[in-house]
């Protein structure tokens, strides 16, 4: 079975602009979460999706939006991109909101 | 205010001693925790989980110890090897794992040949 994956794995942008990542869960897995990870705060949780809707919401700026589609598939956006903004994104996808979950390879955002 | 602590960012053990990592939590409604490997350029790798039911959790050579009383868990892997370098996330969720999870900072561990 094909792991989660994420489009681009690596993006170059600069400050003011938006981008778009992408996240393929794993088939069957119907709950997608996404990540930031960074050298000083570690791991920290952006959105939960589930059948299309949010579910859970970290404590990020409402410059960082989410969406899931009907096959599970899910993106992130990031408005108005600033240099504190340069990480790791992480999807995970589980087959529920109370399962394991599954990482996918990450997304490195480096903002100029 | 991070509610998941790893204190220790890296730690080395000699190949076929135990490794012992640690994590401690201030949330009292955490009740379900995690941990996670992490490969460089590679997403995090569940590991092994516990529920707050139970105070000790085995697979193989990872072990997962949860002292409630003193919101402090640890994962212990015996024999280590060095394929286990990686950096290890302790994770914490409440209401069973139906909140999102908190993550600590990760430690990284080296498995010394």
């Known amino acids: 079975k094909a792991g989660v994956t994420q489009t681009p794995r690596y993006l170059i942008k600069t400050r003011g602009q938006q981008v778009t990542l992408s996240c393929s869960p794993i088939s069957g897995h119907r709950s997608v979460s996404w990540y930031q990870q960074t050298p000083g705060q570690g791991l920290q949780f952006l959105f939960e999706y589930f059948s299309e809707t949010q579910r859970n919401k970290g404590n990020f700026p409402g410059r960082f939006s989410g969406r899931q589609f009907s096959n599970s598939r899910s993106e992130m956006n990031v408005s108005t991109l600033e240099l504190g903004d340069s990480a790791l994104y992480l999807c995970?996808?589980?087959?529920?909101?109370?399962?394991?979950?599954?990482f996918g390879p990450g997304t490195r955002l480096l903002v100029l | 205010d991070q509610q998941v602590k790893q204190n220790s960012p890296s730690l080395s053990v000699q190949e076929g001693r135990i490794s012992i990592l640690n994590c401690d939590y201030t949330?009292?409604?955490?009740?379900?925790f995690l941990w996670y490997k992490k490969y460089p350029a590679e997403g995090p790798t569940f590991l092994i989980s516990i529920s707050s039911i139970k105070d000790k959790n085995e697979d193989g050579r990872f072990t997962v110890f949860l002292n409630k009383s003193a919101k402090h868990l640890s994962l212990h892997i015996v024999p280590s090897q060095p394929g286990d370098s990686a950096v290890y996330f302790c994770?914490?969720?409440?209401?069973?794992?139906?909140?999102?999870?908190?993550f600590g900072k990760g430690t990284k561990l080296t498995v010394n040949p």
């Open positions: 994770a914490a969720s409440a209401q069973g794992g139906s909140e999102k999870l908190v």
């Open positions: 995970a996808s589980s087959l529920g909101l109370m399962e394991t979950q599954y």
């Open positions: 949330n009292s409604m955490f009740d379900y």
